[in-house]
Every structure is written in structure tokens, then in C-alpha cells.
């Protein structure tokens, strides 16, 4: 379907952190032509597939810990320069929630270094996708409607 679409236009594609392990070697029989899947031969992982009929992708590497979305950016930054021409991009969570775990408490007790962050983060790739920045953006300035919905507790304003 991919490569169709890239006859005419350009494309893109959307990869769970979890296909970075996914073994090509393991989805051949997915494949209803062996001769198809011969194009994906020096193709490691699922993404390196995705990445060979692409040309855009973001990976949603979603987790509030640093640690955790460093190790899916590695592998993915590793992946993408097999890649020279993918344009790479990772979805990082800017979640609102205001429970001990999420994004938003991290900005509250450490927001120079969240910050620096994302910047770093965006030094490695073509950029960084941000998501759920409404809701953010809603909370740092306490700007909700009433009709907004919301999940998790909002900020005091």
C-alpha cells in the first residue's frame, strides 16, 4: 500500500515503540509472496521495514520517564540512519495530568531540565512532535472552558 502511495504522493507513517524488537525474520509468514518479502532482507526490525517504504515517521515513544523513551530513541535514531533520506521525528507525551507520574508533575518540580529536554531530544532528529499540547498548553496558562474535557485533575488557577 506503501509504495502505491509513493508513486504519487509522499508518505508516512506512525510506529509503536514495541516494532523497534519486532524481527522481520518472525512476520515472513504474514506475507502472502515470499518474492515480496525479499525486498526486506537487510531489513532487521518492523521499523526498518516501515522505514524503507516511507519517508516520513514519528515514533510515540510515550513514557514519563526519561530513561525509558532515551532507550526507544536510541534504537530508533540507530535504525533511522540506515535510513539517510527518512525523516524521523519521536511523539513525545506532554501529558496534563497532574498525578505523580505524569509529565506535568515533572515540569512542576523541574522545569528548566524538562525543558532541555525536548531540546535535546530534537537536536538527534528532524524535530519533535508534541502531543496533547492543547491540553498543555491549557494548563500552564489556566485557559479551560467549561467544555473542555479534561482528563485528570487541572491545575489550581
Given amino acids: 500500500m506503501y509504495e502505491e502511495c509513493r508513486k504519487y504522493i509522499k508518505t508516512s507513517a506512525i510506529l509503536k515503540p514495541g516494532w523497534l524488537n519486532l524481527k522481520m525474520s518472525s512476520l515472513e509468514s504474514y506475507f502472502t509472496s515470499a518474492d515480496y518479502f525479499k525486498q526486506f532482507k537487510d531489513c532487521e ?36 540512519k540506515r535510513h539517510i533520506s527518512h525523516i524521523a521525528k519521536p511523539v513525545l507525551e ?18 528548566d531540565n524538562f525543558f532541555n529536554y525536548f531540546v535535546n531530544v530534537s ?3 528532524d524535530g519533535v512532535t508534541i502531543h496533547h499540547y492543547t491540553s498543555w498548553y491549557q ?3 489556566c485557559d479551560k472552558s467549561e467544555t473542555t474535557y479534561y482528563y485528570g485533575n487541572p491545575k489550581d488557577c
Avoid: C, H, W
Fill in 45 to 80: 526490525t518492523f521499523i526498518d521495514a516501515v522505514m524503507t517504504v516511507t519517508d516520513y515517521s514519528d515514533l510515540m515513544a510515550y513514557s514519563n520517564t526519561y530513561s525509558i523513551v532515551d532507550g526507544f530513541l536510541d534504537k530508533y535514531e540507530t535504525i533511522r
Fill in 94 to 111: 506532554l501529558n496534563p495530568d497532574a498525578n505523580e507520574d505524569s509529565t506535568y508533575q515533572r515540569y512542576k518540580e523541574d522545569k
Fill in 123 to 125: 537536536k538527534k532528529f
Fill in 139 to 141: 494548563d500552564l496558562y
